[in-house]
């Protein structure tokens, strides 16, 4: 894999000369620690921004990391990571080892400070027991005196030492000029404890007898604990992605001229080197198999369980494993151009991303914070006339309860969630806001060539030509020559002699001699008689005009001596999957149209074998880029969400137009830039799952808001009334937070 340092220098230059004034070629995914609140995220980009040089910083706080484009020639990678730390958090590269160093810090420190909270807590909570028992009169003074000192003395580790984040984080958004979900916490831990000291070192005083230190130390001790848990569930996610990272080899065995192998670092390879990929190591960058048979264990990129059968002349990818055999590949794409490299760029891209419906909860949380204090305030102005002894403990409560953690995790948690169970199936999301209109599509446009078809064909026809001696008509003999074409054909790795030899599996490549390929037109060779037989073009065989007349399909002719004896008609092969697809489509509500830039008769034939097999589909032939962008335009215009899928430079217009695009994993760069998810395994059945998750999480996300609004419309009243004490309020706000993210981490096991 290549280093952070490199990938930023890759990023930061452009062929040597200086970019363009205004332009941002520098750009850094940064791993963020210590953030606990979406509130955190604007900190952290405030102070990002404030960096020389820095255009644009992304923090999620959902997925802890911050994508920033910024201008090498005036910061560099330190001076962000520095920012960051001054804004009161920890930032490294997003490389795995730094990151993952940083990840296991930042977790030994939450299970020091929980366990501490937790140990505190439970002392304190034995030396209050006296004074839940006794009855009144019963425990004399000294004693209780004694008691509380002695809670008093446990509670200092957990306010100094548990709690520190909460301050930290108060502190961090009261000196930006923010408020953030720490400030009500910090602020509700201060008053008990300074009000619960007050009472313990002068009873009957300004801060009356009673003391919260039992309050105190649980309501810290169930707040670290729910915030432990989601700092678990956002590690299991970068474990994921480092996960990936990892599966790229760092060295690969190259071959020499000399015939021998070289192991070499893999930022070494070129396109056009050979290279040797023993049995059971990844492929080391996307290439053409020189030899085979073998077989890909594609499971991480494309989510197929099953390895994938390879054969001489097909195409690897970086990051597979090699299954099979020891094999020989052509290098074709190196580093960040590899499909590999891409998958994991997009994986960074969406986790950075903050959805439409985040965003609207981050903007009502801040509002709804300055309320929460202003009722604090209120309740204890009201409970100071009502009963003096418990208007701390109202106000503490109020603070606690009504934080809105629920809420700003209600749908980054399900999102992200809901993009991990995607890329899992095969189909990265490169724009979370795409899950809501998803959601919501009554229309999808397939695009036909590389779609619903493969980038294959397939053997259609095999026909006589009238040059065909009548000894050579029979059944058996055609067989036999088409199995000494496929012989022939075996030679060559043109997508016509390939799908020829597919076709007849039994054909034996050595029966033929001398054998020459002429590039555009075919083969020749010669046979064990001294005979030589072409295998091409019709008319470079020998047909006449006409002979080969198959209508409009791609045909290949073969014979001896300038004779075209037979024909073989190909077609494009239909996905395995395709007609599954469209029926579950179909079922799910969905009218599915076909716009090709086909000609009509190869569309309609498509058509007539999808209406064969049970999935009759409505078609547009010979479409051009401007009428597939009208066909979408019109629907849209009838208030239909349209999502369309393709995969060529013809495609991206129409993708770019979609409420929602997806390209396929093959496809053309351009197409896949504009698209909003890559099908990275081909596979046409993730698309009509991938619509059918992108509704359960917006179920999930209205849970989540229902619940979060529910909790607090119900706890506020019940705070403001005295029923909800502050170890309870503590124990709500932290179960109401883990409810969100366990209700939301269900979509991460679809």
């Not at 390879?310 to 020989?328: F, H, Q």
């Not at 092969?573 to 149209?593: F, H, I, P, S």
């Not at 209205?702 to 979060?708: C, D, F, K, L, P």
Request: glycine residues 8%.
């Amino acid at each position: 894999m290549t280093s952070f340092a490199a990938a930023m220098t890759a990023d930061a230059v452009s062929s040597g000369a200086a970019p363009p004034a205004g332009d941002l070629p520098g750009q850094a995914t940064l791993r963020i620690a210590g953030m606990y609140c979406a509130a955190c995220a604007g900190t952290i980009e405030a102070a990002l921004q404030q960096v020389d040089g820095v255009g644009e910083a992304r923090v999620s706080a959902a997925a802890e990391r911050a994508t920033v484009r910024w201008d090498p020639r005036r910061a560099s990678v330190a001076d962000l990571v520095a920012a960051v730390r001054r804004a009161g958090y920890d930032a490294a590269p997003d490389a795995a080892a730094p990151a993952h160093a940083m990840r296991r810090a930042e977790a030994r420190q939450a299970l020091w400070r929980l366990f501490v909270a937790w140990f505190c807590m439970m002392q304190v909570m034995m030396l209050a027991w006296p004074s839940y028992i006794a009855a009144p009169g019963e425990l004399p003074d000294d004693l209780r005196q004694l008691l509380n000192w002695g809670a008093w003395v446990l509670s200092i580790p957990v306010v100094w030492w548990s709690a520190a984040p909460f301050f930290a984080g108060a502190w961090r958004s009261l000196r930006t000029r923010r408020i953030g979900m720490d400030v009500p916490v910090a602020l509700g831990v201060a008053v008990t404890f300074v009000a619960s000291t007050g009472a313990t070192f002068a009873p009957g005083g300004a801060f009356g007898h009673e003391v919260y230190f039992d309050s105190l130390t649980m309501f810290v001790a169930f707040l670290l604990a729910g915030r432990w848990l989601e700092m678990r569930a956002r590690h299991r996610a970068a474990a994921t992605l480092e996960a990936a990272l990892a599966a790229m080899p760092r060295t690969a065995w190259r071959c020499t001229d000399a015939g021998g192998v070289e192991r070499v670092d893999v930022d070494a390879l070129r396109p056009g080197d050979r290279v040797q990929v023993p049995l059971g190591e990844p492929f080391p960058a996307d290439g053409v198999l020189l030899e085979g048979p073998t077989a890909a264990d594609e499971a991480l990129l494309t989510g197929e369980s099953e390895p994938v059968a390879k054969a001489a002349g097909d195409t690897v990818v970086a990051g597979s494993v090699n299954v099979g055999a020891p094999v020989r590949l052509r290098v074709e794409r190196v580093g960040a151009d590899t499909r590999y490299q891409a998958i994991v760029a997009l994986m960074q891209q969406a986790l950075t991303q903050r959805p439409a419906l985040a965003r609207i909860a981050d903007r009502w949380a801040t509002p709804f914070l300055w309320i929460v204090l202003l009722l604090a305030g209120g309740a204890a102005a009201a409970w100071s006339v009502i009963d003096p002894e418990r208007a701390v403990w109202v106000a503490v409560s109020v603070l606690i309860v009504t934080c809105p953690c629920a809420l700003s995790l209600a749908a980054p948690s399900a999102m992200t969630a809901a993009a991990g169970a995607l890329a899992r199936r095969g189909v990265l999301i490169a724009r979370l806001d795409a899950l809501e209109p998803l959601a919501q599509v009554r229309r999808l446009f397939f695009d036909k060539t590389g779609t619903l078809t493969e980038d294959r064909l397939e053997l259609a026809a095999v026909r006589p030509l009238p040059a065909l001696p009548s000894t050579q008509a029979s059944p058996a003999a055609l067989d036999a020559l088409q199995r000494r074409a496929a012989a022939l054909a075996s030679r060559s790795a043109h997508p016509l002699s390939r799908a020829l030899a597919a076709a007849t599996p039994a054909a034996e490549a050595g029966a033929w001699h001398e054998v020459r390929e002429v590039p555009g037109l075919g083969l020749s060779g010669v046979d064990a008689h001294g005979r030589t037989w072409r295998l091409g073009r019709p008319d470079w065989v020998g047909a006449a005009q006409g002979d080969a007349a198959f209508g409009d399909e791609l045909r290949l002719a073969f014979g001896p001596d300038g004779q075209a004896w037979i024909g073989f008609a190909f077609d494009e092969r239909l996905r395995a999957d395709a007609v599954e697809t469209l029926r579950d489509l179909r079922t799910q509500g969905v009218e599915v149209q076909l716009l090709s830039g086909d000609a009509a008769p190869r569309v309609e034939r498509l058509a007539a074998r999808l209406q064969a097999a049970g999935a009759p589909l409505p078609v547009q032939a010979a479409a051009t880029p401007e009428d597939k962008l009208a066909a979408v335009r019109a629907a849209q215009a009838d208030g239909v969400r349209v999502a369309m899928v393709g995969d060529g430079v013809n495609d991206a217009p129409v993708l770019a137009q979609a409420d929602v695009a997806f390209a396929m994993g093959q496809g053309a760069l351009v197409a896949r830039a504009t698209a909003d998810a890559i099908v990275v395994g081909n596979r046409l059945a993730s698309i009509a799952h991938a619509r059918r998750l992108a509704q359960r999480t917006l179920r999930v996300v209205r849970q989540n808001i229902v619940w979060a609004a529910a909790y607090n419309a119900l706890s506020i009243p019940l705070a403001l009334a005295g029923w909800l004490p502050p170890w309870a309020a503590g124990l709500g706000m932290a179960l109401s937070s883990l409810l969100v993210v366990g209700n939301s981490l269900r979509l991460a096991r679809d």
